[in-house]
C-alpha cells in the first residue's frame, strides 16, 4: 500500500517544469500515476493505486511538496481518516479507558490533534474513503468488536459530553469575552472555579478581560474551565505550554486529582516528566509528519515512554528511530581539561525594569559547558540573557565578554524579524554552511526539524511552531562563541526538542565554545546541562539569580523550592518525578536528595 501526499502550499506548478509528471515512468508508459487536476486548482494529483512508489516524483519536485510512502497493505483496513486527496491519513486511534489517565506522545504532524478531535465528536472519521461521507453507522460496524465500538457508541446516543482544552490557546481571545471571573463562572458547573483559580494563581487576575491575558495565563485559566465542567470525557491537548516548572507540576497534580473518577481522560503532551507523571497508559503515534500517523496499541506509562525513547515498539515489532535516546547521569559538571578556562565572566549585579528588580549573584561559565537557567515565570530569567546580549544595562555590576560573538534567540519569536525573507535565505545569511547538503549542521539541524521542505517559504508566513524551528536553527547554525537560547523548546515535539539539545551539546563540546540555556522542561535540563542558574524570588516583583552550581547541586536548590523529587529510570536513564507522599518521595525528602542523578 502506498500513502502519497502533497503539500499544496508548497506545490507552484506555474515556477517548475513539471518534471514530476513528465518523468513519472507509469505515466511515460502510457499509464496515469500522477497529473494535473482541476480538482485540486490545477496541481498535481497522484492516484495511489497505480503509483508504484519509485520516488522519482518526490526527487525531481524542487518545493518538497511530495512524499511517497510504502506501508504494510493490512494498515488500509485500520485507515480512520483522510483529509481530502493526497493528504493526511491516520491510521488507528488511541483507546481510551474509564478511570484511567490516556497518555499520547509523538511527532508534530502525525495526528495527535485529529485523533482527540475524533474521539472528541467534533470531527466525523471518514475511514480514508476520500470523496464520500462515512455515516456514524458506519464507523460503529468498523469498531464492532472492540473497545472503540462502546465510546462511540456513547457519541452516537448524543451520551458523550467532551470538556476538550485545545492546543492552541491563543486563539480562544478572538471568540470569547469577558474577564476571568465571567468565564469560570459560566463553565463552572462541579463548583470548583474558586478552588481552581486559588490553585493556578488566577485569584490575581480575576477581573481582568481574557484579551489581556498572556499565554501562561490564558493556559491555566482554559484548563481550570475545563476541570470545571461535568463531562463524561476530559481532553488536555498540550497543558504544559507557556507554564514555568512548578505550573506544570501544579497543572498535573489537578488533572489527576481533582477529575470525576470512572472518566476518560485523554492528555497530548511534549514534556516527558509530566507526561510520566500524568499517565497510568501512553500511546504512541509515529509516521511521516503531514503524510500519516499510526496510532500504536496502549502501554503502561514507564514502558511506553522507555519505547518511545529507545526507538522500538514490541507489540507492534516496529522500529520508529534508528538509534535510541539515553539520558546520560551526570552528578557533577564533567571536567572539560585539567584547567578549566573561563570563559566568561561577570560580577555581582543589579538591574532594574520598570517596578521588578533582579539581584544577580557573581559567576563565571567555562569554555565547553552549558548554563542551564531554571525557575518561575516574570523571575527574571529572559533579563538575565538580555543582559549578557548587550540589551538591558544593570545599574550595578557588569559583564566580562570582550571580543566574543553572540547568538541570541529571544523567548518571543515574531514573524516581523523576518518580514522580506524566505527562510532560505534567514539560514543562508546565519550560515551558508548550514543549507550545505552534506554538512553536519545540515543533517543534525536543518533536516531533522522539517525545515528543507519550508526553504522557499515566506518566513513572515510561518506558523507559531516553524518559526520557533527556524529562530532556533538560525540561532545554532550562526558561528558565534556564546549562544544564550530563551526557550528553545517551546511549540517543538519531544524528538525536535531532543535534537535541539544533542546540537548544543555537541557545539559546545566540539567547538569549545558556552551556551546559556533557558528552558523549563526538566527532562532537557537534564539532557543538556553541565551546571545550572537558579532564579527565586517574587514573580513581577523581585528576583535572585545564583551563581552557576553543580547540576546536582542547582537541581536540589530548584526542586526543594518546588516540594518535589526526581528519580532515575533504570533503562533509559530519564528523571521521573516521584509520586507526592510515596515511600521514595519520603525518603528523598528525609535526605535532602531531591534530584536523584546516582
Known amino acids: 500500500m502506498r500513502v502519497a501526499a502533497i503539500d499544496y502550499e508548497l506545490c507552484k506548478p506555474s515556477k517548475c517544469g513539471l518534471e514530476c509528471i513528465r518523468f513519472c515512468p507509469v505515466n511515460r508508459m502510457g499509464s496515469k500515476a500522477i497529473e494535473l487536476s482541476p480538482s485540486v486548482g490545477g496541481k498535481p494529483v497522484i492516484y495511489e493505486d497505480t503509483c508504484i512508489g519509485c520516488g522519482i516524483c518526490v526527487k525531481k519536485c524542487p518545493f518538497k511538496a511530495i512524499s511517497v510512502v510504502n506501508l504494510p497493505e493490512e ?162 491537548d498540550e497543558p504544559s505550554s507557556y507554564l514555568d516548572v512548578r505550573e506544570r507540576i501544579r497543572v498535573a497534580k489537578i488533572i489527576s486529582t481533582m477529575l470525576p473518577a470512572n472518566k476518560y481522560i485523554l492528555v497530548v503532551e511534549h514534556d516527558l516528566a509530566i507526561l510520566d507523571y500524568l499517565s497510568d497508559l501512553i500511546s504512541i503515534i509515529y509516521g511521516e509528519p503531514g503524510v500519516y500517523g499510526i496510532v500504536s496499541r496502549p502501554y503502561g506509562s514507564r514502558a511506553g515512554i522507555n519505547h518511545f525513547l529507545t526507538g522500538y515498539l514490541p507489540a507492534e515489532n516496529m522500529r520508529i528511530r534508528p538509534t535510541p535516546i539515553r539520558f546520560h547521569v551526570r552528578a557533577s559538571a564533567p571536567a572539560k581539561s585539567s584547567a578549566p578556562q573561563t570563559y566568561l565572566e561577570w560580577s555581582s549585579m543589579e538591574v532594574r525594569l520598570g517596578s521588578f528588580t533582579l539581584s544577580i549573584e557573581g559567576g563565571e561559565a567555562l569554555r565547553g559547558e552549558v548554563v542551564g537557567i531554571v525557575g518561575p515565570n516574570g523571575i527574571g530569567k529572559t533579563t538575565f540573557i538580555r543582559v549578557l546580549a548587550g540589551e538591558v544595562k544593570p545599574i550595578k555590576g557588569s559583564v566580562t565578554c570582550s571580543g566574543l560573538e553572540m547568538s541570541y534567540k529571544p523567548q518571543y519569536v515574531s514573524p516581523d524579524m523576518y518580514e522580506g525573507k524566505t527562510v532560505e535565505e534567514v539560514l543562508r545569511d546565519a550560515n551558508p554552511n548550514s543549507l550545505a547538503s552534506g554538512s553536519w549542521l545540515y543533517t543534525e539541524l536543518i533536516r531533522k526539524l522539517g525545515l528543507p521542505r519550508l526553504l522557499e517559504r515566506d518566513a513572515s508566513s510561518l506558523s507559531g511552531g516553524e518559526l520557533q524551528k527556524l529562530a532556533v536553527a538560525e ?84 526542586l526543594k523550592d518546588l516540594a518535589v523529587t526526581f528519580r532515575r529510570d533504570p533503562e533509559t536513564g530519564r528523571p521521573r518525578i516521584n509520586k507526592e507522599g510515596s515511600h521514595l518521595d519520603r525518603l528523598q525528602k528525609k535526605k535532602g536528595e531531591y534530584y536523584y542523578a546516582v
Open 475 to 558: 540561532a545554532l547554525a550562526r558561528e558565534a562563541d556564546i549562544y544564550l537560547l530563551d526557550e528553545p523548546s517551546a511549540y517543538l515535539d519531544v524528538e525536535e526538542r531532543l535534537t535541539v539539545a544533542r546540537i548544543i551539546r555537541r557545539l559546545t563540546e566540539a567547538r569549545g565554545i558556552t551556551a546559556f540555556v533557558v528552558e523549563h522542561d526538566v527532562s532537557i535540563q537534564d539532557f543538556i546541562a553541565d551546571r545550572l542558574m537558579v532564579f527565586r524570588g517574587e514573580p513581577g516583583i523581585r528576583g535572585e539569580a545564583s551563581r552557576p552550581l553543580s547540576l546536582r547541586q542547582g537541581m536540589n536548590t530548584f
Open 75 to 236: 494498515l488500509e483496513e485500520e485507515a480512520v481518516h483522510r483529509y481530502g486527496v493526497n493528504g493526511f491519513k491516520l491510521f488507528r486511534l488511541p483507546t481510551p479507558r474509564r478511570g484511567k489517565i490516556l497518555g499520547i506522545i509523538g511527532k508534530n504532524g502525525t495526528g495527535k490533534t485529529t485523533a482527540l478531535r475524533i474521539l472528541a465528536g467534533e470531527l466525523k472519521p471518514n475511514l480514508g474513503r476520500i470523496g464520500e461521507e462515512a455515516s456514524w453507522d458506519d464507523v460503529l460496524e468498523h469498531y464492532r468488536g472492540t473497545e472503540l465500538y462502546d465510546y462511540f457508541k456513547l457519541i452516537v446516543n448524543g451520551r458523550m459530553r467532551v470538556a476538550h482544552k485545545i492546543q492552541h490557546v491563543d486563539r480562544v481571545a478572538r471568540y470569547v469575552k469577558g474577564s476571568v471571573r465571567e468565564l469560570l463562572g459560566r463553565a463552572d458547573e462541579r463548583g470548583l472555579a474558586s478552588e481552581l483559580a486559588e490553585k493556578l494563581g488566577l485569584k490575581e487576575i480575576w477581573d481582568r478581560d481574557i484579551r489581556k491575558l498572556s499565554g501562561g495565563e490564558l493556559q491555566k485559566l482554559l484548563i481550570a474551565a475545563v476541570v470545571s465542567k461535568d463531562a463524561e470525557a476530559y481532553f488536555f
